[in-house]
C-alpha cells in the first residue's frame, strides 16, 4: 500500500493551524521567535514548491540533477558561511564541505549502493548536505564563539611559545567535537526514539520495513562519515586561520 499526502484543504488547515501554534507557543514562552517562525514557514512552503517543480523536471536527466545538487551545494555553503559570520571565508567553507560529502557520495556509487539516476541522487544527497551543513554551523560557532571569549587563553599559549595554530588549537578541540554530538546521538536513538526522514519515506512509497531500515542506516553512516570528515577538515582550516570571520582573521595574529 502506498501512501500518499495530497495538497488540499485538509492539508492547508493544518499547515495554518501548527504554524499558528508555533507561533502562539513562542509568545507564551516569550522566545521572540514568533515572526522568525513564519518567515520561515512561508519560506519552506514556497522553496519546496519550488523545489517540487524543478525536481520533477530534472530527474529525467542525469546531467541537469547535478547541476541541481550543484545548486543546493552552493546555497548550503551561503547559508553556513552567513550563519557563522564568515562570509568571505566560502571557498574555505566549500572545501570542508566537499571533503566531507565527495569521499561519502564515491563509495556509495562504487558499491552500486544508490543508482546513477536524478531519482536516487538527489533525495540521497540532499540529505547528507543538510547534515553537512548543519555540523559546518556548530562547529564554527561553538568554535569562534569561544576563541572571542577565552582571547585571554590564547595570548597566554602564545606567551608560553606556543604557535597560533597550537593556541587556537588549545581553545577548540573541546569544542569540535560538540557540533557532531546531535548526529550521533541521532543514529544511537534511531528506532527507539526517532523514525527519521529516510525511513519514514520507504514506508509511504509502500516499501517495507526491512528496506526502510536499510536505507536509513545507509543514510546514517553517510551522514556520520561526511560529518566527521567536514569538521576535521574545518577545524585544520580553523587552526590555519583561514575558515574564521574578519574579526578573528585580524585578531589571531602571532
Do not use: K
Not at 501512501?3 to 485538509?10: A, D, F, L, M, S
Not at 545548486?71 to 570542508?96: I, K, L, Y
Not at 566531507?100 to 552500486?112: C, E, K, Q
Amino acid at each position: 500500500m502506498v501512501v500518499t499526502i495530497n495538497p488540499g484543504w485538509p492539508v492547508y488547515v493544518a499547515l495554518v493551524v501548527l504554524l499558528a501554534g508555533t507561533v502562539a507557543a513562542n509568545r507564551a514562552a516569550r522566545l521572540g521567535l514568533g515572526r522568525d517562525a513564519v518567515v520561515a514557514g512561508l519560506r519552506a512552503v514556497i522553496q519546496l514548491t519550488v523545489a517540487a517543480a524543478i525536481i520533477t523536471l530534472v530527474v529525467r536527466s542525469i546531467w541537469w540533477s547535478v547541476a541541481a545538487l550543484m545548486g543546493m551545494f552552493v546555497m548550503a555553503v551561503m547559508t553556513t558561511c552567513r550563519r557563522v559570520e564568515a562570509r568571505h571565508a566560502w571557498p574555505w567553507a566549500a572545501a570542508a564541505m566537499a571533503c566531507g560529502i565527495a569521499p561519502v557520495l564515491a563509495i556509495l556509487l562504487a558499491t552500486r549502493t544508490i543508482p546513477i539516476e536524478g531519482i536516487a541522487l538527489i533525495p540521497v544527497v540532499g540529505i547528507v548536505l543538510g547534515n553537512t551543513m548543519t555540523v559546518h554551523t556548530l562547529v564554527g560557532r561553538r568554535s569562534f564563539a569561544a576563541l572571542r571569549e577565552e582571547r585571554d587563553q590564547y595570548e597566554a599559549c602564545l606567551s608560553l611559545g606556543m604557535l597560533p595554530h597550537q593556541a587556537i588549537d588549545e581553545i577548540i578541540a573541546r569544542r569540535v567535537p560538540e557540533g557532531l554530538l546531535p548526529s550521533l546521538d541521532q543514529v544511537r536513538t534511531s528506532g527507539l526514539v526517532t523514525l527519521p526522514g529516510a525511513f519514514i519515506g520507504v514506508m509511504l512509497g509502500g516499501g517495507s520495513a526491512v528496506q526502510a531500515a536499510t536505507a536509513q542506516v545507509l543514510v546514517l553512516f553517510a551522514i556520520m562519515a561526511t560529518q566527521a570528515i567536514t569538521a576535521g577538515v574545518q577545524a585544520r582550516l580553523i587552526r590555519a586561520r583561514r575558515l574564521v570571520p574578519t574579526d578573528l582573521a585580524a585578531s589571531l595574529v602571532s
